[in-house]
């Protein structure tokens, strides 16, 4: 499932380097990119408390998300401040690995994999 969703994840990724945008002009998916982030900050923590051995995977993830995208100001800002609401709203939550936390991680992979297929649908070239 994880491969799945990574191949989907660069897909968007070659689809998402449209031409460049005013600083904080909103573009029409905004939002699912944010969802997208904060999903990649979720993963990055609780991947790692799982003992998955993935380092920084996800976070790797999410600043090739940010340098396909190349969001600048407000856009930017909201892009990271998602990754760190889905890293810290975790970490507050789970301190080890526990089967709610192997659900999340699941249910994560499937959301982000649907983000993932429905951006590519509406706004690849």
């Known amino acids: 499932m994880s491969t799945r969703f990574l191949a989907?994840?660069?897909l968007i990724l070659a689809c998402a380097s449209a031409p460049a945008r005013a600083q904080d002009v909103a573009a029409p998916f905004d939002a699912d990119l944010q969802r997208l982030a904060e999903i990649l900050g979720g993963l990055h923590y609780l991947r790692g408390i799982c003992g998955s051995n993935e380092g920084n995977?996800?976070?790797?993830?999410?600043?090739?998300?940010?340098?396909?995208?190349?969001?600048?100001?407000?856009?930017?800002?909201?892009?990271?401040?998602?990754?760190n609401r889905g890293y810290n709203g975790f970490q507050q939550t789970y301190r080890s690995c526990t089967p709610a936390a192997t659900v999340a991680i699941r249910r994560y992979i499937e959301e982000g994999s649907k983000i993932s297929r429905d951006l590519t649908a509406r706004y690849a070239n």
């Open 57 to 83: 995977k996800w976070r790797s993830e999410m600043q090739a998300l940010i340098d396909a995208e190349t969001p600048a100001g407000e856009r930017r800002t909201r892009m990271i401040a998602g990754f």
């Open 8 to 10: 989907i994840f660069a």
